[in-house]
């Protein structure tokens, strides 16, 4: 099969969704002559002209207002924030609009909205440009959160959010954008709310979340020299999670290392650490592990920056911790 | 001027030898309005600045030095490597910021002067900001709160034609940020940003209006950014010839000519400041590329106070 980067997939995504229907549209900043800051839109300006391109002034809180307004109407827009960062100028319109209208509204309206966004942290710009704030999503009834870790489900999970009636947050991980990988032509399409089991393994379970996917795998390749078996699960969306997947998973290991790159105390990893307690207790051979980012800002020197984050030997430590007693 | 222009240049040199630690946005083109309106400042006033701030910063007589080693990472920077060039500040010399957050600094700049008021002081706080960050509903929220409470904010708008890849005139309604002061009853002043004396002349006029406690302005400086967006952003969608009117129009050279056809200066002074800068700069940066890498231990220091 043909290998595209992740940001290729996207722009695929996008561009078959819009063919498909007249009434997606996109809207952010520099996403249309210049094709977004990680080239994800580009080309859908000549494509689509210029009513269903957006290029918008700096102004997040309406970038967002257009999207529900938008949704309202019964139009489909895919808003994008330069970095997840700025998303927090428009939490008014996400957090008490977009996710609690369908509610308010006694499900008379619907509001299917998609907000993209890169999380941009490891590369050294600081700590308004650098954060992993899905828990703060995932903690809001209302919203869904998706985010792939691969080119594949970049392209198959946007199409399903497009598709979706609810307003979803879709995270992108900026050192995933050149990521190759397989992905179909066409309409392949990736279900909200199903992970996948990327590496079977049978005795710790690591369940990951975009980047650290594949920090999992490295963690997996190198314990598997110690003859350690790894099964990797990439939930691929956030909100709601597979809890199947992961309890099947538990089931035949009995051990699990969660990791997320969002910050540790009230982080999204929490969630899946308590949710694995309190339904899987009793196939538990060892306390469930976590590994986050540390809870600090993200400093800009480099050096800093890696200290914080999660990392492979992080994973490997936290699954020999595991295999411990 | 010269000395931001010599450092900004240097920045670029660090960069492409791998050197610096994330993004820089140059101020290269816009440096009369910084010198201008910094010049305008008294003891005690203080600033708020922006993404593209290194201007702002050597305007104040912050140490290149220092700068640089914040914007390579290192332990010697201003935040000890922690902001880089985004966050160099340095309240001792009246900096409260610069901001990754385009418009973040404007309301804070509204605080700041309603804070010194509140402790007796006459002081004038000076807000720059992009003409990106006039769109942003911070900014029309900071002018509407500076203006009701009479606060001594010179707000300065940073007009340099181009918000990343958005030009001015698509993404403005109005056609003008210094006519959106009239929304708030304040005076809304335009200038020519590459004319130091105009920006300077602005600049006195609405801190001295602010220190008799009539409340902020707003100026808007017209000027231009020769480089692009930012180190990070390579990509360059501005008309070739567009950039090179601009740089026709460059705020050193037309200075350099005024200083000498009034013969406020000799070709000789300027050469000689020409020489003090080159030294200056080269000093900062072999200062920057010595100065230690932080220890990891500070990744977890000053979370809190
Ligand atoms: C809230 C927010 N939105 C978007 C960005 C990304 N961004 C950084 S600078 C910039 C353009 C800013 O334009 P302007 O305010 O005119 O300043 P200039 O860069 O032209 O000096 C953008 C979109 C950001 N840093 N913060």
């Known amino acids: 099969m043909r290998q595209i980067s992740f940001a290729v997939a996207l722009n695929e995504a996008l561009k078959e969704e819009m063919r498909r229907d007249p009434v997606v549209f996109v809207a952010g900043e520099d996403i249309g002559k210049m094709g977004g800051l990680f080239k994800v839109t580009q080309g859908l300006l000549e494509e689509f002209g210029a009513g269903r391109v957006l290029d ?36 008014d319109q996400i957090i008490n609009h977009a996710a609690k209208l369908r509610y308010m509204t006694g499900g008379m309206v619907s509001v299917p909205l998609v907000i993209r966004a890169p999380v941009c942290g490891g590369i050294g710009l600081g700590a308004q440009h650098s954060q992993s704030l899905e828990a703060w999503f995932v903690h809001v009834p209302g919203i ?18 497009i598709r979706d009636d609810n307003p979803v947050l879709f995270l992108e991980h900026r050192r995933l954008y050149a990521a190759t990988g397989e992905v179909p032509s066409g309409d ?138 | 001027m010269c000395l931001i222009r010599a450092f900004e240049r240097e920045i670029h040199v660090l960069n492409k030898d791998g050197l610096v630690s994330g993004t820089a946005h140059l101020y290269i083109g816009m440096e009369a309005i910084a010198v201008g309106a910094c010049a305008a400042m008294a003891d005690g006033d203080f600033l708020t600045s922006t993404h593209r701030g290194h201007g702002h910063c050597i305007a104040r007589h912050l140490d290149p030095a220092r700068m640089m080693a914040e914007i390579l990472g290192r332990s010697d920077g201003y935040c000890r490597g922690k902001g880089g060039s985004m966050h160099i500040t340095d309240r001792s010399k ?9 418009g973040g600094g404007i ?50 708008c940073e007009n340099n034609q181009w918000a990343l890849s958005a030009p001015f005139v698509a993404t403005t309604a109005g056609g003008s940020v210094a006519k959106r002061a009239a929304a708030y009853g304040i005076v809304g002043e335009e200038v020519d940003g590459n004319d130091i004396d105009a920006v300077f002349a602005a600049a006195t006029r609405a801190a001295g209006r602010a220190r008799e406690g009539l409340g902020p302005a707003l100026i808007e400086c017209q000027s231009y950014r020769w480089e692009g967006h930012s180190i990070f952003t390579r990509q360059e969608i501005r008309q ?10 460059d705020p050193i ?45 500070s990744a977890l220091e000053d979370i809190y106070a």
């Open chain 2, 94 to 102: 009246g900096v409260l910021g610069a901001d990754g957050i385009v």
């Open chain 2, 240 to 249: 070739q010839e567009e950039i090179d009117d601009w740089k026709r129009r």
């Open chain 1, 144 to 161: 869904k959160v998706v985010m792939p870790a691969t080119p594949r489900d970049a392209k198959g999970l946007l199409k399903s959010a």
């Open chain 1, 56 to 91: 918008t002034p700096i102004s997040e809180a309406a970038i967002a207002g257009l999207g529900v307004g938008g949704a309202l109407v019964g139009t489909r827009p895919v808003i994008e924030f330069q970095f997840l960062d700025f998303i927090t100028i428009a939490m």
């Open chain 1, 188 to 325: 392949h399409m990736v279900p909200l709310g199903t992970a996948e089991v990327k590496r079977e393994g049978s005795d710790v379970t690591v369940v990951a979340t975009g980047r650290t996917v594949s920090l999992a795998l490295a963690a997996a390749d190198r314990l598997s020299e110690q003859a350690i078996k790894i099964e990797v699960i990439d939930l691929r969306t956030l909100k709601p999670f597979d809890m199947q997947t992961i309890s099947n998973s538990v089931g035949k290991t009995n051990r699990v290392v969660v990791v997320n790159d969002g910050w540790r105390t009230c982080g999204y990893a929490a969630e899946i650490v308590a949710s694995i307690q309190s339904e899987c207790f009793y196939d538990l051979d060892f306390p469930v592990q976590r590994v986050c980012n540390k809870d600090a800002p993200m400093p800009a020197a480099a050096a800093l920056e890696r200290s914080l984050m999660v990392s492979e030997e992080q994973i490997v430590a936290a699954c020999s911790a595991a295999m411990s007693s």
């Open chain 2, 253 to 297: 050279e037309r200075c350099r000519r005024k200083l000498i056809e009034t013969q406020m200066a000799s070709a000789e002074d300027l050469a000689l400041i020409e020489t003090e800068v080159g030294a200056e700069i080269a000093r900062a940066a072999e200062f920057a590329k010595s100065s230690p890498n932080p220890d990891e231990s």
């Open chain 2, 107 to 156: 309301p804070i700049a509204v605080g700041a002067a309603y804070g010194l008021r509140l402790m007796n002081k006459s002081s004038v706080v000076f807000c720059f900001f992009g003409e990106g960050a006039s769109n942003q509903g911070s900014f029309h929220e900071a002018l509407n709160l500076a203006a009701i409470q009479r606060l001594s904010v010179v707000f300065i």
